[in-house]
Structures are given as structure tokens and as C-alpha cells.
């Protein structure tokens, strides 16, 4: 079956522009999680959605990113009036459920970079 | 929440050797961690996981140690290949679920 798809892969922008990140979860996985890396860093906790709870938003780091879940389907993060350091890839995951050992499955990113 | 990291960022092997990548943690309350792979321009894969009530936890070529009195963990991988040639992340979910922290990583090269 299909995994989990990003778009767009590849994103440019101007510094000061907003930019709209789309994440596809695997059918039927009611967890979906965001992620932000850094060159040659490890993964950086964004939020979690679980189902129809409130989204867990402590790992964004500031009020200009926000994201989005409709149901258990199509996630989006938003950042707004973007910043240079902004520039990373931004992974998309998906679980089953919330339980600690469900496998999480990840998209392929997509690359942020602000001019 | 939980700091893990890895002890070298590059670890080169001739292929046909066995790797080994290691990684400490912080919060000896920590149950349940991950190794992951991410090969070039892809997102991380999950590889094999263990639980802290286990010292060792095999799969299919890759063997994951858990030491959880000096809080470190290790991969090995056996008869190492060139298709292993990726970045390695150990991870340990927090927060009560997967709110998942990940080390830097260690890049795995293999030298054919």
C-alpha cells in the first residue's frame, strides 16, 4: 500500500513569505507527527495529532509555525513570514496509533530553503 | 524529555565487516527505544526496537544491546553491505507516548 507522501519535496522561498507544507499519513493511522532536521542534525520534535484530541504543539518553536489535521487525513504546516533559519527538511510521520511501540512511518520530507 | 546521542558521526567499514554504532541516553526512565535508518534524501527507516526489560534483541543481520546500567545501546550490524550506507538514529520515545527524541546520528560509509 501507499506510504506516507509529502509535497511539495522541494520548496524556495523569499525570507518573509509563507509557506504551506502538505503531509498524506498511511490510511487508517490515526497518529501523525512533524519533525524538522537540520544539515547533518537529528530530528526535532514539531507536534503530534492524535485522532480528534488537541494536537500536542510544544515542539514549535515559535507562533509563526502552526499546523493543521482534518479528522485522521491530510496534515498541513504553515510558517508564516519564514526565516532563514527556518531552512530545513520537514518530515511527516504516521502511526497507527499513539501506542508507545507502534511503528512511526515517514515521509520522504520536504526541503525548506529560505533565500 | 529524553537526550540521547551517538558516540561517533562517521563510522567507516569495509563491506563484509560487522559495525557496530553505539549510543548513550539520559533518562533511566526510558522503556522503549528505536533504531532508525535514513538513507540519502529519504525519511528515517524504522530498523528493530527494544524494550528495557531485554539486553539483546535480534533481526535479520542487525542485533540491538541494550545496557541500562551505563545507559547505552548499540546496533551491530552483520556482514555489512553497501545498501547500509546510511545516516543511524537511536530514539526513545517521551511524553508518554511516541513524542520521540533522536540522537544526531552516526553515518554509516562502506567501503566496497
Known amino acids: 500500500g501507499a506510504g506516507v507522501s509529502q509535497s511539495p519535496s522541494n520548496k524556495v522561498t523569499e525570507k518573509g513569505k509563507d509557506v504551506e507544507l502538505r503531509c498524506d499519513p498511511i490510511s487508517g493511522h490515526t497518529a501523525l507527527y512533524w519533525y524538522r532536521q537540520r544539515l547533518g542534525q537529528g530530528l526535532e520534535f514539531l507536534i503530534y495529532?492524535?485522532?480528534?484530541?488537541?494536537?500536542?504543539k510544544s515542539g514549535l518553536p515559535s507562533d509563526r509555525f502552526s499546523a493543521e489535521r482534518t479528522g485522521e487525513s491530510v496534515s498541513t504546516l504553515t510558517i508564516q513570514r519564514t526565516q532563514q533559519e527556518d531552512s530545513a527538511v520537514y518530515l511527516c510521520?504516521?502511526?497507527?496509533?499513539?501506542?508507545?511501540?507502534?511503528?512511526?512511518?515517514f515521509g520522504p520530507g520536504t526541503r525548506l530553503t529560505v533565500l | 524529555g529524553e537526550s540521547v546521542g551517538l558516540h561517533l558521526p562517521t563510522l567507516s567499514v569495509q563491506e563484509g565487516d560487522n559495525s557496530i554504532i553505539n549510543c548513550a541516553y539520559s533518562?533511566?526512565?526510558?522503556?522503549?527505544f528505536i533504531w532508525y535508518k535514513q538513507e540519502s534524501g529519504k525519511g528515517p527507516q524504522f530498523i528493530i526496537d527494544?524494550?528495557?526489560?531485554?539486553d539483546k534483541r535480534q533481526g535479520q543481520r542487525v542485533t540491538v544491546l541494550l545496557n541500562k546500567t551505563v545507559k547505552h545501546l548499540s546496533l551491530q550490524i552483520a556482514a555489512t553491505q553497501p545498501g547500509d550506507s546510511a545516516v543511524y538514529f537511536c530514539a526513545a520515545p517521551w511524553g508518554g507516548y511516541q513524542k520521540v527524541t533522536f540522537g544526531t546520528g552516526t553515518k554509516l560509509q562502506v567501503i566496497p
Open positions: 510521520a504516521s502511526s497507527l496509533s499513539d501506542y508507545l511501540t507502534d511503528t512511526q512511518y
Open positions: 527494544i524494550r528495557s526489560n531485554m
Open positions: 495529532f492524535q485522532g480528534n484530541s488537541a494536537p500536542d
Open positions: 533518562n533511566s526512565a526510558s522503556d522503549y
